[in-house]
């Protein structure tokens, strides 16, 4: 047994089967053992962006991690934008990366480059194997730590002559850490300041937005009238009818601050406390007040659920509360409007749909008017580096065996990572992606307003997207995936009813 | 006049005038400066990799740098691979990346990342401005880096306060370093070499491919019959009638092994000395003889034109030697083959033609069939990493100013930042790209061969392009590219030769 069947071998033993993949040169023994060792099903994107990207959906759905191969140095860096939004969103990911045999590198080949230093800015867990007989052991150790609550980013590294060298050994079956538990003391520490203190907020985040997290968070919202939101970017808030109407922090800094204006008591759960998603010139940091006492009930590694569940306990609150729903909006009709279009979403989407939103300057609206849709899940942008929706979406769907994935994306941030389109083709994934068609950079003309002036023929240079148009039904169908374009929100809801009759996936260009 | 300011106004003063450019929140203030003060050409990319890719075809082309404007981070990271590649070609960048403001990335915000580290994999020169006052002194330095013989790579990081912040001062406009010369001593010594020993190798690279150089290589192999040889990849070699028919080190291990085996002494003139690009089981690193002696005449950033020159005076060859030029080839017929296409590309090439190679496995036979082509430039992907070719045509067509570069394009490799294209519409610029559609990764498939085994399903999942087939005049079209197929070499010549006459773009998509 070589070092890359030793890491397949692996790879099997500790239930990772499913593998991203971009290879090249420096991996070619790892698909060979691939191709020889049956139990993972290997998934190509065309880009390591789409890989990565792929990976993080994966895992927001499955909550276990897929393998990701990719190409040595520069393969790694491809993917970088997306790891960095699969650590905020705290994904578990396997990154196997090769890269130059050990020996070699000292010659300074034209690949050569520092994978370990790429690797570092966004995982958690990074190890070169330096033989073939720790091939395996290695790799148990980083599936272990991409295990680890709530989800972490491994890196191995793996030298070509560690792939092809005789000796590999399987490595063990490890076992998943469980999460930390909350000690006793900060649970009866919050439970004192949701008795005792006035305009309290409870902000979730992470495992928090969970379904059966929720029922607690309900039992204590109706027992103390506290406050709840959640986090800007989630990696996956379950909605929905049954599920509790949340409110996100806003991203703006005006809003943001004004909606947290009259916080005491902040208590995260899984959360980070509220500060801007960029700095402005006189705007602080921090969007709660500076007075505002922050209190931790379980960072985002602990159990959220069994620390609300106690905190519900010891408030004493009633065993369940039922969550009132609303009404499901009916499909509105018209011009696109971002209002509108959310509650198209809510009136059209079928029961536990996937929603990968990057809707970025048109999504604003699309979250409050979808409250009272079906249940579903629903994910972001967690770290802000665009082109994630598509791929997202895209791992996403092999994760969801069958459940409907739809992804409102804006157009230039699905220029980055348009090749995904062709993967959702060849896996006939159920994915219906409506491309939020304003041909524009919309996001950054209005933070270019912000600095102060109209913007000239230089600026516009930079943040229009038009002259020429893209063509987005002619980019689908270039992939292979059926596209047509809309342009009111009618004839958008007619072509998503249509593509969730397929099996496979479909492209509405909506012009907004 | 704020750091933003400062920043512009020291470009032009450094005569920098084209800046390619993907910005982001963290960079509105230099948008808005750009805007504000003219002087300086600005080129969006769609994807950072597309901008990174121009700024290296430019310098390729232009011999001076372009400055890049990327968004902090993930920004940074989607353009290193087309960074790695400018640096395996000596290419001159100035990268100008924004940054979360000095005060505000203690709150680790979504889009925080270690931009400096992702910065040193690829760079020669790294700085951080950490006020308002040092933008403009950094940014003089950060150029004169990036124009430091033979061409550096910098990257200047600029936190968002330093733009918005008043008290910017212009930097000044710093000389150009000159390349270092090489010493009489050396001189003497590998003259000795050339006039006493057997089997001389004078093996090419960097600026010792300029036109002017090999003037002096001629007269040095007239004088001596030495060989003469080119590194595989490089970053711009001038070819064609009136230069050197110059054949490359091949890429296959045992090829490149063959070819050297003869070689007792190796000179050096900006080259290295030949490595594997990827190490293989029991084969050497080194391509050339363990025997052979090494000298060196000219490290990369020395004059390698006034060396040559220096060592054909010190030989007493003539002044000037004719270079017998081959006769142009008629354009072949018939189906694709990469010999007919070479010849072909010799055939229909227009005067000073740029061509940009990045055919990969089908490329094979390019070079040598088209030697007697017109004069002409030649670049490759330096670094190894795919993706390079429409990118980097992209900026070399900005700064041939009106010559026509031709870009033959492997699908694979070119969909990896087929985005470029879009930029090539809204520029108008003339390049013509011939996608060389073989709908698979043929290389890896080669690589795979040479591990052992016919690929399996798995093996295939992950190397096939096809399933469904790319179609490339749709995705041209969907950015705004004219475009048509061929399935022959008369049809792909009518079609080239019908792009010349145009202003703008066009794309072929040739089936191989």
């Not at 970088?80 to 080949?109: C, E, F, K, M």
């Amino acid at each position: 047994m070589n070092g890359a069947e030793s890491l397949v071998h692996t790879l099997v033993a500790n239930s990772i089967d499913v593998c991203f993949a971009n290879p090249g040169t420096s991996e070619m023994h790892f698909v060979a053992a691939l191709d020889r060792i049956p139990g993972i099903r290997c998934i190509p994107g065309m880009q390591e962006n789409v890989v990565t990207g792929m990976a993080d959906g994966y895992h927001r759905i499955a909550r276990t991690p897929a393998a990701t191969l990719l190409h040595c140095g520069p393969g790694l860096a491809n993917g970088l934008a997306n790891l960095h939004n699969a650590r905020r969103a705290h994904s578990g990911i396997v990154n196997i990366v090769g890269d130059q045999a050990t020996y070699h590198s000292q010659y300074d080949p034209p690949l050569a480059a520092d994978t370990a230093a790429l690797a570092r800015t966004v995982s958690s867990w990074v190890r070169t194997s330096m033989s073939a007989q720790s091939v395996g052991r290695d790799a148990s150790v980083a599936i272990q730590a991409a295990k680890t609550s709530p989800g972490q980013i491994a890196t191995l590294i793996l030298p070509a002559d560690t792939a092809w060298t005789e000796g590999g050994i399987t490595g063990a079956a490890l076992s998943t850490p469980s999460p930390e538990h909350v000690d006793q003391h900060t649970i009866i520490e919050v439970a004192k300041t949701l008795r005792n203190a006035r305009n309290v907020l409870l902000l979730l985040g992470g495992p928090a937005l969970r379904a059966e997290a929720q029922v607690h968070v309900a039992r204590i919202q109706a027992k103390t009238g506290c406050r709840i939101m959640t986090e800007l970017f989630n990696g996956l808030h379950q909605r929905g009818r049954g599920r509790l109407p949340l409110s996100r922090v806003p991203f703006a800094p005006a809003s943001a601050i004004a909606a947290l204006a009259d916080v005491e008591h902040l208590i995260l759960v899984g959360a980070k406390a509220p500060v801007g998603f960029f700095a402005y010139p006189g705007v602080p940091s921090k969007h709660y007040p500076e007075t505002a006492q922050v209190q931790l009930l379980a960072r985002l590694e602990q159990d959220a659920e069994a620390a609300l569940r106690a905190l519900a306990d010891e408030l004493g609150c009633t065993p369940s509360v039922a969550i009132p729903g609303g009404e499901r909006p009916a499909a509105p009709t018209g011009l696109p409007t971002s209002l509108g279009f959310g509650q198209m979403l809510a009136a059209v989407m079928p029961e536990d749909a996937i929603i990968v939103d990057e809707g970025i300057s048109f999504a604003h609206a699309f979250y409050d008017a979808s409250h009272n849709a079906p249940p579903h899940d629903w994910m972001n942008v967690t770290g802000g580096a665009i082109g994630y929706g598509l791929p997202t979406a895209t791992g996403a769907a092999v994760a969801g065996k069958g459940r409907r994935v739809i992804c409102p994306q804006a157009d230039g941030s699905g220029m980055y990572t348009l090749q995904a389109l062709w993967t959702q083709a060849r896996e006939n994934l159920p994915v219906t992606t409506v491309i939020l068609a304003n041909r524009k950079y919309q996001i950054l003309l209005g933070e270019y307003a912000n600095v102060g002036a109209n913007p000239g023929q230089t600026a516009m240079d930079m943040l229009d997207l038009g002259r020429p148009d893209l063509d987005w039904v002619k980019l689908a169908n270039g992939m292979g995936v059926e596209a047509a374009k809309a342009t009111t929100l009618e004839e958008c809801a007619e072509l998503m009813r249509g593509s969730f009759k397929r099996d496979g996936p479909f492209l509405v260009e909506l012009v907004i």
